[in-house]
């Protein structure tokens, strides 16, 4: 059974931090690209940050500078640090599992969500 379980959001002041973590089970960790989404109310859902199988990065030009991702291949966990949030930082934040095969079938999996807010 594949779970991908979110904690660490919460409520936090405008430049304060947060550490949201992601612990999975049931695929293949080490083999599959991890996501961080997130989705405010009345936008569309927005990809924040990848890490690749090989540990290559990419981020949304919006976090660029401020978040970072990282994964513990020994532990199955993905990781995104948010430091300098920002009011528009205010989203549920899913993380996301995504594999390619060579005959081209994907396999993806979400978490449930977790909020965070940024409000003073």
């Known amino acids: 059974q594949v779970q991908l379980v979110e904690s660490g959001g919460g409520l936090v002041q405008p430049g304060g931090s947060l550490r949201l973590s992601c612990a999975t089970s049931?695929?293949?960790?080490?083999?599959?690209?991890m996501n961080w989404y997130r989705q405010a109310p009345g936008k569309e859902r927005e990809l924040v940050a990848t890490?690749?199988?090989?540990?290559?990065?990419n981020y949304a030009d919006s976090v660029k500078g401020r978040f970072t991702i990282s994964r513990d291949n020994a532990k199955n966990l993905v990781y995104l640090q948010m430091n300098s949030l920002k009011f528009e930082d205010t989203a549920v934040y899913y993380c996301?599992?995504?594999?390619?095969?060579?005959?081209?079938?994907?396999?993806?999996?979400w978490g449930q969500g977790t909020q965070v807010t940024v409000s003073s």
């Open positions: 049931g695929f293949t960790f080490s083999t599959y690209a």
């Open positions: 996301n599992a995504r594999r390619t095969t060579l005959t081209y079938r994907e396999f993806i999996y």
């Open positions: 890490i690749t199988s090989l540990g290559r990065t």
